[in-house]
């Protein structure tokens, strides 16, 4: 069964297009071209798994929750705010300035 692609979605107005482009259908069909392998899983189920929250490894087609990996990132960017302010601390206490 062949899939049908849409760049861009939207209505016709009196006043024009009203598009909404998706950039990420395009990012993904380049990686393939590029990689000069096939997506793991059909791009519209990529998209649809992004939006409702998943990653998707284009290499094997493994997903996982974007939620806890978000965890994961916004700690590491608490933690490198926390060791930035320790290092001015340390400079200042020296005589920094």
């Excluded at 490894?57 to 965890?71: E, Y």
């Amino acid at each position: 069964m062949a899939s049908t692609h849409i760049l861009a979605v939207g209505k016709m107005t009196r006043a024009g297009a009203d598009l909404q482009i998706d950039w990420r259908l395009a990012e993904l069909l380049e990686w393939q071209r590029e990689e000069q392998r096939p997506l793991p899983l059909p791009v519209d189920l990529i998209l649809w798994l992004e939006d409702r929250g998943f990653v998707v490894d284009l290499l094997t087609g493994c997903t996982a929750r974007l939620q806890p990996l978000q965890r994961v990132i916004d700690e590491a960017a608490e933690l490198q705010e926390l060791m930035d302010a320790m290092e001015d601390d340390m400079w200042h206490s020296r005589g920094g300035w």
